[in-house]
């Protein structure tokens, strides 16, 4: 080949490059201490990132000491009953929901340069998310699927039992009557004359007790009565009513000596995400100094992947997620474990804009469709 030859072929690929479309390029930059000029034309868009939303159920459980439980023993002859005032918590159930929102370390501007001639084709259209991610390359907006709403999130504490003992307080005062002897002595003859004197005053914690234990007694014996027939009436269906309520007017006697329990359920929503850097934390301490953590493990499934994307004129940036196990544990016990796709441990990378069609998943950020126009 000759130099003429070569100089044809030369001009000849410099008038096809010239005459390819320049309207539409687009040159992606990120965003970095607010350091990107946005004199031209073009807009923002940023990479999903994946958030935790982790819904937590527990009961907390507070076991009351009786005001009898000194006592207890004494009268009802049982060691089976609740010394001490405590408060336990227990973990029932704990749900994780991956939700999507816009990543604020990973946002970008796209600016389009060049100038349309009449020959070029329209600029393609720009589909996004309401969370302000992209979501298609494509003039075709059929079959887009936007990611749903937010869910609203509510907190409920529902209580069952009462912390204060009914019975304890009953009419504490009782009568108390004092005999006061007076010897006279006249001559040989000796003469007593005996007073009574009555006065009301408070009874003790132990006299209560034993009126309580009685009182535990009488109704036994009155449920004894009614379930063998001592009145020899035929109530019907009303014996099953009595005999539920001195039931429960018992069970409320014994708690003075036994103690009680109260239990509340609770809900939180606890919101958490997670990073490269951060792939553990606390979601919720509780009063007793326990509290329910959260684990992260990645798969690293994008580990052997460029870490720095390719940065070119026409490329978009997006993400390729990465997989994770996700633990929730509760001291030595694991409450949940599940696989969940979290977008900020993948890795961003780059894919040619121009003359194409793309689209990418709305939840994840990652490329789903490539078609080469």
């Known amino acids: 080949m000759n130099y003429l030859t070569r100089l044809i072929i030369l001009l000849f690929g410099i008038l096809l490059l010239s005459g390819q479309h320049v309207y539409g390029q687009f040159i992606s930059t990120r965003v970095k201490d607010r350091n990107v000029n946005t004199t031209g034309n073009g807009f923002f868009y940023a990479l999903p990132q994946t958030v935790l939303k982790i819904n937590i159920v527990y009961e907390e459980i507070q076991k009351i000491r009786g ?66 991610t992209l979501l298609a390359i ?31 307080a009953d009419y504490h005062r009782k009568k108390r009557t004092d005999t006061i002897t007076r010897r006279i002595t006249i001559d040989t003859v000796n003469i007593e004359q005996f007073l009574f004197k009555t006065s009301w005053v408070d009874k003790t914690p132990e006299d209560r007790a034993d009126e309580a234990a009685k009182q535990v007694a009488a109704i036994r014996e009155a449920r004894f009565n009614l379930l063998t027939g001592y009145q020899e009436v035929n109530y019907g269906g009303s014996m099953r009513y009595m005999d539920g309520q001195l039931k429960k007017l018992e069970n409320s006697y ?63 940036y997006y993400r390729i997620p990465d997989e994770a196990t996700v633990k929730i544990e509760y001291g030595d016990e694991i409450i949940t474990k599940r696989n969940f796709l979290v977008n900020q441990l993948g890795i961003v990378t780059t894919v040619p804009a121009s003359q194409t069609r793309l689209r990418f998943d709305p939840l994840t950020g990652s490329l789903i469709k490539f078609v080469k126009e």
Do not use: C, W
């Open 254 to 316: 014994l708690e003075l000596f036994l103690g009680r329990q109260v239990k509340s359920l609770a809900s939180q929503t606890v919101y958490f995400t997670p990073s490269k850097e951060k792939t553990q934390g606390v979601l919720l301490e509780l009063p007793d100094g326990s509290a329910v953590k959260i684990k992260i493990i990645p798969h690293e499934l994008t580990g052997k992947l460029p870490e720095k994307p390719l940065e070119k004129p026409g490329s978009i």
């Open 138 to 168: 494509d003039n075709m907006e059929n079959g887009l699927v936007r990611p749903l709403p937010q869910n609203v999130d509510q907190t409920f504490i529902i209580e069952q039992g009462d912390e204060d003992f009914k019975y304890q």
């Open 67 to 132: 005001p009898f439980a000194d006592y207890t023993k004494e009268y009802l002859g049982t060691s089976d009953y609740i010394t001490t005032t405590t408060t336990e918590y227990k973990i029932l159930n704990v749900d994780i929901f991956p939700e999507v929102e816009a990543d604020p370390g990973q946002f970008y501007y796209v600016t389009i340069s060049g100038e349309k001639s009449k020959d070029e084709n329209a600029l393609p259209e720009f589909h996004f998310t309401p969370f302000g």
